[in-house]
């Protein structure tokens, strides 16, 4: 009799399979005592029940660019996408940027950091040494997802000294036809699961614990014929397999077609009255200069504050405070984005 898989969520939105144990187990398995510390700490502030001095978690955009055009990503729209980030979609974010921010991270022991957006990070070259330099500073947690398409050995191989703590694959299908139509422009899916398994060969060979890594499918009415299928395909092969409710990259256009049948949002539109969002009290995202709240691309009612003036000045900022405490007490439909997001998309 097959063992039973270990399933579980931290948000409702997206669930994890694997055949070990919670992944953030596993990890304080082999971190120890900070990782754990730090865990605690975010499973109080996702309770709204501890509110730090600091982010616990940095989300920057190094740039928005990918090399797919999924049409249920916001990076398919390109008008609406270099609207939002005022022409300068292409645009990297400097090393010497990072490093400012990585720093001011590190002096107040922030624990977890995704140095990637709206984007495929892979397109950026020296990559690896984003995910290095967070390590060096004390990062614990360092995550990113990409496409896979530009995993050769040369770069598998120095993710994997880089100090990167997850990475997931984002497939999105099973078979090469399915995954033509939902991630267009993509390589052929043979040699992208070729590539994500001599990423993992040689991870085994060098005898890796980390990245803890896995492969995720958004759940589309376009795939949904395939998760099971998806499933047994992976599960032996990675640590994790997450299967992530679909959710509309932009509240302002009709992605009804995209709604698979078994939506957890349509069948949590009963419970909207009482969602409290945890994302301003967890993190900041970081876009070209500005610090925002959460990970709601099209934000200009969220904008915390100017990076020039300091991740710790935005967080502490009224803007900010005001933020949380509408959160906290149940009260989202205030700010205009906020009340958006949620009526579409939250569960």
């Not at 249920?72 to 990072?98: R, T, V």
């Not at 991870?203 to 099971?228: A, D, I, R």
């Not at 099209?298 to 009224?318: H, M, P, Q, R, V």
């Amino acid at each position: 009799m097959p063992k039973k898989l270990a399933k579980y969520t931290t948000d409702g939105n997206v669930i994890f399979l694997s055949k070990e144990k919670d992944i953030n187990k596993k990890l304080s398995d082999i971190i120890g005592d900070k990782f754990i510390k730090y865990r605690e700490k975010w499973d109080k502030v996702n309770n709204f029940d501890l509110v730090t001095d600091f982010p616990l978690f940095l989300h920057l955009d190094l740039f928005q660019v990918c090399n797919y055009k999924c049409p249920h990503c916001n990076i398919s729209d390109f008008e609406l996408l270099n609207k939002a980030y005022k022409g300068k979609i292409s645009e990297k974010m400097d090393f010497d940027k990072y490093k400012k921010i990585v720093d001011e991270g590190s002096e107040h022991n922030c624990p977890s950091i995704e140095p990637q957006g709206v984007n495929e990070p892979l397109l950026v070259k020296n990559f690896e040494d984003y995910c290095l330099y967070a390590h060096k500073k004390g990062f614990i947690d360092i995550m990113i997802n990409s496409n896979a398409s530009a995993l050769n050995e040369r770069r598998a191989k120095k993710l994997l000294d880089s100090g990167l703590t997850r990475l997931r694959f984002s497939l999105d299908a099973f078979s090469p036809e399915t995954y033509k139509k939902v991630r267009v422009g993509s390589l052929p899916l043979k040699k992208v699961v070729s590539q994500i398994e001599k990423f993992l060969e040689l991870k085994e060979k060098g005898n890796y614990k980390l990245p803890v890594t896995g492969v995720s499918m958004c759940v589309l009415k376009q795939n949904q014929h395939e998760v099971e299928d998806f499933q047994k395909f992976w599960i032996d092969k990675v640590d994790m397999v997450t299967f992530q409710s679909f959710q509309p990259p932009n509240a302002k256009k009709d992605y009804s077609n995209f709604y698979p049948d078994e939506s957890i949002i349509k069948k949590k539109k009963n419970k909207i009255k009482s969602f409290k969002c945890p994302q301003p009290f967890q993190r900041v995202v970081i876009r070209n200069d500005l610090i925002t709240a959460c990970c709601n691309t099209f934000s200009s009612e969220l904008t915390l504050g100017k990076l020039e003036d300091g991740i710790y000045n935005a967080w502490n900022g009224k803007l900010a405070k005001k933020l949380r405490y509408i959160h906290e007490n149940g009260m989202y439909d205030l700010n205009p984005t906020c009340k958006i997001c949620v009526e579409t998309t939250a569960t």
